[in-house]
């Protein structure tokens, strides 16, 4: 496969221009009665996935220490254990996990929570370095959150990150870390054809920071495989959609997304892109800096996106077009995890 590489923010270094999201590996875990994850899945399968992955060229792994409360971590540091020095791993802190019961039991966002939570993440991978770590408290107050910064330049200090980033839909906090924070090198947002995110998006490009794109294939909608008759289970976080979830109700999809997926599914398909190829091919369109982290769950799944790198983005008429179909009707936030 043809090398098709971005640079990560002000760190300066090429990764490749797809990541694989870890969320769906990490296996079900809950908020209280809340499903978080998707659904059970098949840890021999995830390692066979992460190791394709990385076959086929990709070099960027984003997980968190919320999914599966741990489990996530585990299987991917296990599966890059023999090639750690040459890929990149981005988790995330923030929340507060019970590994024994898989339970979200709140947050914390004090500093000393991140130096004890960063230490249960090295453990569960394996390393001794977190090439990239992320606040993973969407709206926490700038306030709470500057107060972090010290605490994250002196683990850049000691050698136990790399670089640091909020994981975030809020243009003010995404600006307050680009401004005040040195090793800042990048936001995690949701980004899709279905929810576009024009303000955050260039505060990335103005600070020189990578647009880290979760839901980039909006929770599945943007793979073609939904349709009206489709319902998914309890044990998956669609299946029992929280209030951010917008996409699907009741575990069946909302009609007005499919139906905005299907006013643009020719225009995504062109050139020989399946439609999740296309939906990759739009973010890559819009702006340099993107990133996008599809989850994948299966060889076939990451086979797929990683084959988007193939045909690179889409071609500038092509994008306009999207935009001519879609106007105003994307969604507001979703998918923050």
Wanted: proline share 5%; net charge negative.
């Amino acid at each position: 496969m043809t090398a098709f590489t971005r640079t990560l923010g002000r760190a300066g270094i090429e990764v490749s221009a797809l990541g694989m999201g870890c969320w769906a590996i990490g296996g079900p875990f809950w908020a209280g009665s809340q499903p978080c994850g998707w659904g059970e899945v098949d840890d021999d399968e995830s390692r066979r996935t992460i190791r394709r992955a990385l076959e086929l060229g990709v070099t960027l792994f984003d997980t968190s220490d919320a999914y599966g409360t741990g489990h996530g971590e585990r299987i991917l540091g296990e599966a890059l254990k023999a090639d750690r020095d040459d890929v990149v791993i981005a988790t995330k802190w923030g929340n507060t996990i019970d590994e024994s019961t898989r339970q979200l039991t709140g947050s914390d966002p004090s500093p000393g929570y991140l130096r004890t939570a960063l230490e249960a993440s090295l453990r569960r991978l394996g390393t001794d370095y977190v090439d990239l770590y992320q606040l993973h408290l969407n709206d926490l107050p700038i306030p709470q959150a500057e107060e972090l910064l010290g605490t994250l330049e002196e683990l850049v200090e000691a050698g136990k990150i790399r670089w640091y980033g909020w994981s975030t839909d809020y243009p003010d906090r995404a600006t307050a870390w680009a401004r005040d924070g040195e090793h800042c090198v990048g936001i995690q947002h949701a980004f899709s054809v279905l929810q576009d995110a024009g303000e955050i998006l260039a505060v990335c490009e103005s600070y020189g920071l990578a647009s880290l794109n979760r839901s980039p294939l909006a929770m599945g909608l943007l793979t073609g495989k939904f349709t009206a008759a489709s319902r998914l289970g309890p044990d998956d976080v669609r299946g029992v959609a929280p209030e951010w979830l917008k996409y699907f109700d009741d575990g069946r999809p909302v009609p007005v997304w499919l139906e905005r997926v299907a006013a643009v599914r020719d225009v995504l398909r062109s050139g020989g892109r399946t439609l999740g190829q296309g939906a990759l091919a739009w973010i890559w369109a819009r702006s340099e800096a993107t990133i996008p982290l599809p989850g994948c769950r299966t060889v076939a799944q990451v086979e797929e996106n990683a084959g988007a790198m193939e045909y690179g983005p889409l071609a500038p008429d092509e994008l306009a077009e999207v935009e001519r179909l879609l106007g105003d009707l994307r969604a507001e936030p979703v998918a923050a995890m």
